[in-house]
């Protein structure tokens, strides 16, 4: 149904109120265009061809292409509902993801994350040894050992969406429960390991 401002102004929504773009992942220039031509993207044709037929052959290889919405700015204006865009039910997932990213962490989920393996990607294959072949490896940080005085350096930035942001995320730091030790693979880890399993007791005689 027509929208409020549809009636009042009488006049008909057009078929296709925006433009397709193709853009970088900023979503501010174009991914197709060099720099210097300073295309805010170029607009994706209305058929039925596929969309790999739109992409152009001197594009970097090293850009990927995303599709902006470009709207119409009267359409906007006299047809665009701003009630109906605030009317969305999150998924479960989303509401997780949010409590994830604005509940504290703990300095061990920092250090567990910093030494657990990572699996690489199928742009970083690893050639075997054995076979000779190239297949995916796992890549792990362990600590050999650790100083009198541990020093912690966070990591406040990550890539998102083609640009670094800075994490606001809160860190409880203990002051007399962490023990670095749990994560050393080296001599000192090993000693400490051997101080805490508990002794094999004998009975006397």
């Known amino acids: 149904s027509p929208s409020a401002s549809s009636r009042l102004s009488g006049v008909a929504p057009p078929l296709y109120p925006f433009v397709l773009r193709l853009v970088n992942p900023v979503g501010r220039l174009c991914s197709q265009c060099p720099w210097h031509r300073f295309c805010i993207g170029c607009a994706i044709p209305v058929s039925d061809d596929p969309l790999s037929s739109c992409l152009s052959p001197s594009a970097p290889s090293s850009s990927s292409s995303h599709i902006a919405v470009d709207w119409d700015l009267d359409v906007l204006h006299l047809f665009y509902d701003t009630a109906k865009e605030m009317a969305v039910e999150d998924h479960p997932t989303i509401i997780e993801q949010r409590r994830k990213f604005s509940e504290p962490i703990s300095l061990k989920e920092c250090m567990d994350g910093f030494t657990r393996e990572e699996i690489m990607g199928d742009d970083e294959l690893w050639r075997c040894s054995v076979c000779q072949d190239f297949r995916r490896a796992g ?51 090993a000693a400490r390991a051997a101080r805490r399993a508990p002794r094999e007791r004998r009975p006397a005689g």
């Open 139 to 189: 890549k792990k940080i362990d600590l050999w050992r650790v100083p009198p005085i541990l020093v912690v350096h966070l990591k406040r930035f990550h890539y998102v969406n083609g640009r670094w942001v800075k994490s606001q995320k809160m860190v409880n730091f203990p002051i007399n429960d962490f023990d670095p030790f749990d994560y050393v693979v080296g001599p000192q880890g």
